[in-house]
């Protein structure tokens, strides 16, 4: 970092390696560097922004940083439409109260954040002396900067065990990282592009990938779980060849040299085929297996009960597609898969996870440049188990679902997503009386299996505030309060890609623009929590201390230092595994019992479930539930990611909502023609759960047979008030995802892998 002289403005320049500074004047504007972490919705990948604020302090522009390493001024829709969302005359910005027997009703207030705050003090102490602060969950969400906030605003703010992202069996990363963890003893092996290396892919120290494996990851909408899509393109105008699994046919997979179409849920069965092809045509690195990996003979005995004919058979594939695609993995010199949420979302998604760790193990990928990064032990970006130790054992062993689901609960230190619906219907193993919703829009479809069920349950709560950009159906069902939460325009905070768990990146969230009385989540955790759980911030002199040690972790600098430099690309090492920065012993190997990489898990053997990956059909398929079929007879898969949307955020922006209007449902034409339903039609889709309306999107992207819905939808220009709520029934496709249809350890659920009819809606 090289200091600059003071310009005109005043504003003191700091320049990172590429020569911009963070701060300038230009034409009449503040140009603002810094980095996107919804809201608007995106995933931690960090992109490089700049802001343009006026004179006035309006911000007018937003453009993508050409200075960012990574992103390169690159940059999404949903960033580039920022000051339609900062404006928008329905955002809420500012604290908001009404009285409890007027939930369901636009008889919202304004309030001050003093009259809010003790608001929430005295009705969530209340529950927690009546009742105990066990009695109170938070339901958690994707954006804001909620992954990471929903554990600690329970334990530590609240200081209730239980934070719950309410998606059934947590379906959203959470089964691969489960994978990881109790296979690899990572948090989350992803696909080295460069990201934390100065030079990038010309970095003496990098291989672009020969080939790279997009499995069941759409990666240029999603940028999902902090991966930035575009990389991929990148790596593609490098030479690297691409493997689609998907049972869509995307944009990726048109320029694939395969594409594995595979019936939604069967990526265990395929996972097993290829393990078993480059184990009998000797394809593995011995080297690395035989000094590296435990199992090896037991999962050769394995795999070798699921031959390429008999999968192919079971994915609807050509069996010469598995074995090409399988060799052309195994005979690249380094190779990386690119594994994402489809993985997650079938009650067998953590065998899937077993089979593509140990895909990435026999070949020797893992940890190499172009294969799979790992993150060091030690590079933490703070404590996002912070509360949990100040709990104490009684209430950490009342966190609901960690006698039932152990692995889960223990893992994610998150109450068990379906056993804390069941726990505020039926009081059982205690009473719900208190909720914070803490920006998640679930009953729109975003996470939450069966809505229905959540919103009768949540409105029986005894007090229940938000946190939110919006008055969202969910909000408006049972909240009492709301807290207006910033855009990444408007909060001092940081992102790290991969939350945290990868080494690539660490950016600046800048406070370019003040709008409202905004805050960030951050800053709400700990002015709430000061005064809901004291004796947790006691250590804190003020936020700023809370911040650099809540967030920043050991990167080495402060908060401003951070905000100066932009981008603080994290230092890459890589084959810790030889070096004993995957240990916190510092020995070399892996985080496991037997200090390798488990292709014969102990852990999974330790909480009852089979040690080596196995496939199971979908709980409801063409396979398990013939029967169905002549009445459910397509097979459903759903969630797709778009362009316009990041789940339900966006509906409200008029760019976002031109680019995708209506809620789609995919279908090939064949079927269509056979149901007469032509494109643009509206049509009912259903199966024994559930049902909603959807527009007709007739299109190849689909196999006949197969149907793909959109999520997320409601419709924020509709009647917001109960029974309506904006439309949230009318479209929403996960009232047709059942209730605790998930795995043995409590991992996964179906919301790519079901039965449904769908029908033309009568004029």
């Given amino acids: ?157 609240i200081g209730t065990p239980n934070a719950c992202y309410t998606q059934s069996g947590y379906a959203c990363y959470i089964p691969r990282v489960a994978a990881a963890t109790y296979v690899a003893g990572v948090t989350y092996p992803e696909m080295d592009y460069a990201g934390g290396l100065p030079g990038r892919y010309e970095d003496p120290a990098y291989k672009v990938p020969e080939v790279m494996v997009a499995w069941g990851k759409e990666p240029l909408p999603s940028n999902g779980d902090g991966f930035f899509g575009h990389s991929v393109i990148d790596c593609m105008k490098r030479g690297s060849k691409l493997i689609s699994i998907d049972p869509r046919t995307n944009w990726l997979a048109t320029r694939a040299t395969y594409h594995l179409a595979l019936r939604p849920g069967t990526d265990t069965a395929l996972g097993m085929a290829m393990l078993n092809i480059i184990i009998q045509e000797d394809l593995y690195d011995h080297d690395f297996v035989d000094r590296f990996c435990y199992g090896f003979e037991q999962l050769a005995e394995r795999v070798a009960t699921m031959p390429a004919e008999k999968a192919a058979e079971i994915c609807g594939l050509d069996v010469e597609d598995i074995y090409g695609a399988t060799r052309m993995y195994a005979n690249a010199s380094n190779a990386a898969i690119l594994w994402g949420l489809a993985i997650d979302q079938k009650a067998n998604g953590a065998q899937a996870g077993h089979c593509i760790l140990s895909l990435e193990a026999i070949t020797g990928n893992m940890d190499i440049p172009g294969g799979q990064l790992l993150g060091d032990v030690n590079d933490s970006l703070g404590d996002l188990g912070f509360g949990w130790k100040e709990l104490g054992p009684e209430l ?132 709430l929590g000061t005064r809901l759980n004291p004796g947790t911030y006691a250590r804190f002199a003020n936020f700023e201390e809370f911040r650099a040690e809540f967030r920043m972790g050991n990167c080495g600098m402060t908060y401003e230092e951070l905000k100066k430099k932009v981008v603080y690309q994290r230092e890459v090492n890589y084959r810790k595994y030889e070096t004993g920065r995957l240990r916190p012993d510092g020995q070399p190997g892996f985080n496991t019992p037997t200090g390798r990489i488990e292709l014969y898990s102990t852990m999974f053997r330790q909480f009852g479930e089979d040690p080596l990956p196995y496939y199971e059909e979908p709980q409801q398929s063409p396979v398990s539930t013939p029967e169905l079929m002549d009445e459910y ?55 024994q759960f559930g049902k909603c309306e959807l527009k007709a999107r007739v299109v190849p992207v689909v196999k006949p047979g197969v149907v793909h819905a959109q999520h997320g939808f409601w419709f924020p220009e509709e009647d917001g008030e109960e029974p309506h709520l904006f439309g949230v029934w009318r479209s929403n496709i996960n009232e047709l995802v059942p209730h605790k249809n998930v795995g043995k350890l409590g991992f996964g659920a179906p919301f790519k892998c079901l039965i449904c009819k769908v029908e033309k809606i009568a004029k």
């Fill in 633 to 687: 007879p397509f097979v459903l898969t759903t969630g797709a990611r778009t362009y316009a949307y990041f789940h339900s955020e966006g509906k409200q922006i008029p760019l976002l909502r031109e680019l995708n209007p209506d809620p789609l449902l995919e279908i090939h034409p064949k079927d269509a023609a056979k149901l007469g339903i032509a494109d643009g039609e509206w049509v009912n889709v259903e199966n």
């Fill in 396 to 527: 950490q062993n009342k966190i609901i679902g960690l006698k039932e689901y152990p692995a889960y609960v223990g893992m994610v230190l998150n109450s068990h997503a379906d056993l804390t619906l069941e726990a505020m219907e039926t009081g059982v193993p205690y009473e719900i009386h208190g909720g914070f919703i803490a920006s998640t829009n679930l009953l729109a479809g975003t996470c939450a299996a069966q809505p229905k069920r959540w919103h009768d349950a949540m409105q029986k709560l005894d007090f229940v505030f938000a946190a939110d950009c919006w008055i969202t159906p969910t909000v408006q069902c049972c909240a009492d309060v709301i807290l207006p939460i910033a855009s990444f325009a408007e909060r001092q905070s940081m992102v790290g890609t991969h939350y945290g768990a990868s080494p690539n990146m660490l950016g600046s969230v800048v406070d370019a623009v003040k709008v409202g009385e905004t805050k960030g989540d951050l800053e709400i955790q700990y002015e």
């Fill in 1 to 157: 970092m090289t200091a600059r002289p003071k310009i005109d403005s005043g504003i003191e320049e700091f320049a990172n390696d590429l020569g911009k500074p963070w701060q300038w004047e230009e034409d009449g504007y503040t140009v603002t560097r810094g980095c996107a972490w919804s809201a608007p919705g995106c995933h931690p990948v960090g992109c490089g922004v700049k802001f343009y604020v006026n004179k006035d302090g309006i911000l007018e522009k937003v453009e993508g940083d050409e200075n960012q390493p990574i992103t390169q001024g690159r940059l999404c829709v949903r960033c580039l439409t920022l000051p339609d969302f900062t404006y928008h005359p329905d955002r809420i910005i500012y604290p908001m109260k009404r009285a409890k027997e007027d939930r369901g009703k636009n008889k919202w207030e304004r309030t001050t954040w003093e009259d809010a705050y003790n608001i929430i003090e005295e009705n969530i102490g209340r529950i927690k002396k009546e009742h105990g602060p066990e009695s109170i969950v938070v339901f958690g969400g994707t954006g804001r900067e909620g992954g990471p906030m929903c554990g600690p605003y329970g334990m530590a703010m």
